[in-house]
């Protein structure tokens, strides 16, 4: 039986993962891999903050 972990990721780590993706720094694949991201929907939601102009 597998337990699913909750990683905590830095203020600054989200930002630049997410600076990354939207200036075309690579795929959502290769920024996940870059900065250890877990998932997919994690970037997806920090981008949506971001363009929300929301706070990490």
Do not use: C, P
């Not at 930002?15 to 920024?31: R, W």
């Not at 877990?38 to 706070?55: C, E, P, S, T, V």
């Amino acid at each position: 039986m597998s337990r699913r972990t909750h990683k905590k990721y830095s203020s600054e780590l989200r930002l630049k993962a997410v600076e990354d993706y939207l200036s075309d720094e690579g795929a959502m694949k290769q920024i996940r891999e870059k900065y250890g991201i877990l998932a997919n929907k994690q970037l997806i939601n920090w981008i949506k903050w971001y363009n929300g102009h929301r706070d990490f």
